[in-house]
């Protein structure tokens, strides 16, 4: 759609998660319209190591 940025695709993030017990991925509004504010979470996964 012309006048919409394409979607960057996967973005890496390193946390240190030791001592979390709850880890919750959200998506927040991208643009304060009601359109466009998705995201997957289809391959997401957590390493430990």
């Known amino acids: 759609m012309?006048?919409?940025?394409?979607a960057t695709g996967p973005v890496?993030?390193?946390l240190d998660v030791r001592?979390?017990?709850?880890l919750?991925?959200?998506v927040s509004d991208a643009n304060a319209k009601t359109s466009f504010d998705h995201t997957s979470w289809a391959l997401a996964h957590v390493t430990v190591g």
Do not use: S, T, Y
Not at 19 to 22: D, E, L, P, S
């Open 24 to 26: 919750r991925l959200e």
């Open 12 to 14: 890496p993030v390193d």
């Open 19 to 22: 001592g979390v017990r709850v």
């Open 2 to 6: 012309a006048g919409h940025p394409a």
